[in-house]
C-alpha cells in the first residue's frame, strides 16, 4: 500500500480490508492526491472506485481530526446510473465504518461523514433535511445536478464542492447527456 500518502487510520483500514492496492490504485492515489485532475480508464475490477474516493475520504478524515467538519459538501459523485448511485452510496458505508473503527482504535476523535443521494426519487422530507444538515459527500445523477444547480439552497450546498467524481463518463461522453453534463460542470 502506498501508506505515506493517507492518514494512519484511513492506511489501516485499507491494508485490513485489502491484500494490496491494485496498480490502477498505486498509479492514481499520488496523482489525486497532489490535486491534478485524474481519469482512470481501467477494467471493471481493478478498484477504480476506491482510487477516485480515497483521497476525498482521507481529506475528510484529516479535516475532521483538526476541527469539526464543517456542514458542507466538499465531495461530489456523478454517476449516469441511478441504481448505481444507491450501491455507490452503500459501498461507500464499508470504508466510512472501517476508517471509523481505526480511528477509535487508536484512540483518536470520531469522524463522521455523511452521504446523500439526490436523484429524481429524493423526497421532498430528504431534500428538507438536506438544507438543514449537508452531506459531506453528495451523489447524484447528471439531471439532478442540473436541477440541484438550478435551485438556490442546490447552488448554497454545492458552493464548497472541491472533489468531482464523475464514473462512467464513457456512458455519457459522446452524447447529448455527456454535453449537458459538461455544461453543468462547467458551470459548477
Given amino acids: 500500500m502506498t501508506t505515506e500518502l493517507f492518514h494512519p ?9 485489502f491484500a494490496a492496492a491494485t496498480p490502477t490504485q498505486l498509479q492514481a492515489w499520488p ?31 484529516q479535516t475532521g481530526l483538526n476541527s ?12 449516469p446510473l441511478k441504481a448505481l448511485s444507491n450501491d455507490i452510496q452503500r459501498n461507500l458505508e ?18 463522521a461523514i455523511r452521504t ?21 459527500i453528495t451523489i447524484t445523477t447528471p439531471e439532478s445536478l442540473y436541477i440541484l444547480l438550478g435551485s438556490e439552497s442546490g ?4 458552493r464548497s464542492v472541491r472533489t468531482v467524481i464523475v464514473d462512467e463518463i464513457h456512458a455519457l461522453a459522446n452524447s447529448k447527456r455527456g454535453s449537458h453534463l459538461a455544461l453543468s460542470l462547467e458551470r459548477l
Avoid: C
Avoid at 116 to 136: C, F, I, N, S
Fill in 68 to 79: 469539526p467538519l464543517p456542514d458542507k459538501t466538499t465531495v461530489l459523485y456523478i454517476s
Fill in 94 to 111: 464499508l470504508p466510512l465504518r472501517g476508517i471509523r473503527e481505526q480511528l477509535r482504535n487508536r484512540g483518536e476523535a470520531d469522524v
Fill in 155 to 158: 447552488r448554497d450546498m454545492l
Fill in 31 to 61: 496523482a489525486i492526491k497532489s490535486g491534478r485532475d485524474v481519469l482512470i480508464a481501467a477494467p471493471t475490477g481493478s478498484g477504480k472506485t476506491l482510487a477516485a474516493f480515497m483521497s476525498a475520504l482521507d481529506t475528510l478524515v
Fill in 9 to 17: 487510520a484511513v492506511t489501516a483500514w485499507l491494508e485490513a480490508a
Fill in 116 to 136: 446523500w443521494v439526490r436523484t429524481g426519487d429524493t423526497t421532498q422530507t430528504e431534500r428538507a433535511a438536506m438544507r438543514k444538515l449537508a452531506p459531506h
